[in-house]
């Protein structure tokens, strides 16, 4: 499975993005699918991620609230929607995805596939 997300950009502190991340390759089937994020000097973290059945979601205490991870299941395709965007969401965005139910949704390591990022700059 290949990830491509893209819709990065530069947005005023309030602004809203929306980042989408198209799966191609196969049809993807695992257990989830989810946004990490990683600001300049800090490690990578988790910020939403939903399962491919069912549609349960999940989101860091930092984004809920703000942030929606949805999926079209039919074109293969993930979402996140920002708003209320703020300087502390600066980061570099990557879609991931994982095939089996085991271990933490919010651990990078067990996700099987990552998309190559996406940069989100927000301006005070």
């Known amino acids: 499975v290949q990830l491509q997300a893209s819709g990065g950009g530069l947005v005023q502190a309030g602004g809203s993005l929306r980042l989408s991340c198209a799966a191609s390759?196969?049809?993807?089937?695992?257990?989830?699918i989810g946004w990490f994020r990683r600001a300049p000097g800090k490690e990578r973290e988790f910020v939403a991620a939903?399962?491919?059945?069912?549609?349960?979601?999940y989101y860091s205490d930092s984004v809920k609230g703000r942030f929606t991870i949805s999926r079209d299941n039919a074109k293969n395709t993930l979402y996140l929607q920002m708003n209320s965007l703020k300087p502390d969401d600066t980061a570099v965005y990557y879609c991931?995805?994982?095939?089996?139910?085991?271990?933490?949704?919010?651990?990078?390591?067990?996700?099987?596939?990552w998309g190559q990022g996406t940069q989100v700059t927000v301006s005070s």
């Open positions: 390759g196969r049809t993807f089937s695992g257990h989830a």
């Open positions: 991931a995805a994982r095939s089996l139910p085991y271990g933490l949704l919010t651990t990078p390591s067990t996700y099987d596939y």
């Open positions: 939903i399962r491919w059945s069912g549609g349960t979601t």
